[in-house]
Each structure stands twice: as structure tokens, then as C-alpha cells.
């Protein structure tokens, strides 16, 4: 079965830059599976950051992108701030109208 | 305001059913497909199942299959996931969310299922 993979934790000093993946079991991320990134604070629904790879949703500061590195998607924050300290989860789109989660990223800011 | 209100959660005992709802408001719902997505308590996201702008194509994640079933009623602007032969492990807060055919652009506050004797 198809897994997507995130690292479980990642700690960034505030102002630093930090780059969280989301990779595929087997194979590589390609524009074809959509990888997109969503913040979830503790309590609150998802809030959508970046989709197609690469773009920016409404009102998400420019100091998050996306991007695909090698063989993985990416996601870049530039100038961490204490805010920013939430799980980060991708998802990536199978074919066939199948979508699947990787486990989630959870950034520590200190 | 562009707007998704699950309801339709609560208790259940392993083995019953339950049909959850999402009511869209805000844009025009039948320009998107729509997905549920649901996260276990202190667990992570899991994506449950989608259907398209109109209906026509559905997916299920493995997990689900068989027992649950989403449908739409693009006159209602509302979604909705029929869920059967629940079990312990698909307790969980359920979201709605909208597929803007790259991802999702927006997520429901979520409605909660328990499943437990």
C-alpha cells in the first residue's frame, strides 16, 4: 500500500528557515500527485497553505512555499515565528480519486 | 462567506450506522468535488472518501471501503457520508472538505463520532 512519508518532528529558532518533505514510500513526487500542505493547531481545523505543489493559498504569508525537491515535495518556511509552532500535514493525490495523508509534521519553534 | 457545517455525528455502538451531513454555502457548490476527512483523536489526518462535482465518481480509502458511502445533492448544496458496520477504530472528527482540484481549499469545523459499547 501506498504510503506518504513526513518527518515526525522538526524543531526551527525563531527566525530560522526550516524545510519539512512529504515523500513517497515508493517512487517520487511528481505535479501529477497534487502534494499540498495544510497547518493544524491543537483544537482547530486544518488550514490550507499551499496546493498544486507550489501555490500559495489566499492570505498565506509569502514567507511559506512549496516546492518539489528531487524526489519530494516541500515545504519551505522562511523567518519562523512563534506562531508558526503547529503540525503540518501533506497530501498527495493516487489517481483514481484517491488521496492519502502522510503521518504529519510536528514543528517545535524555540 | 464561503462556508462547510458538518453535522450528524454523536454515539454509536460498534456495529450501528450513522449519516453524517455538510452543508456548503458561500460559492457554487457544484463546481467542486468534495471529500471527508477524518482524524482519530490526538492522531493525525486521514482522508475517507471523495466524490465529484457531480456525482459521477467516488473513492474510498481502504480503511472505509465498503462500509461507507458518500453521495451529494448539488439542489441542497450538501454532502453527505453514509457510514455502516461502524467500528471502534473509525471514531473520530469528521471535516468536510472542498477539492479545488490541486488539494483542499476549505475545511469544516468538524462534527465528532464515537464509536464505543
Redesign the interface.
Known sequence: ?TVVTQEPSFSVSPGGTVTLTCGLRSGSVSTSN???W?Q?TPGQ????L???AN?R?SGVPDRFSGSILGNKAALTITGAQADDES?Y?C?QYMG?????????TKLTVL | EVQLVESGGGMIRPGGSLRLSCAASGFTFDDYGM?W?RQAPGM????VS?I?WNGA??????SVKGRFSISRDNARNSLYLLMNSLRAEDTALY?CARE???????????TMVSVSS
Open positions: 500500500q497534487y502534494p499540498s495544510y493544524q481545523a486544518p488550514r490550507t499551499i496546493y498544486n501555490i493559498s503540525d500535514y497530501v483514481g480519486g484517491i488521496w492519502v495523508f502522510g503521518g504529519g | 471529500s476527512v493525525g489526518l486521514e482522508w471523495g465529484s465518481n467516488t473513492g474510498y480509502a481502504d471535516y479545488n482540484g490541486h488539494g483542499f481549499d476549505v475545511w469544516g469545523q468538524g
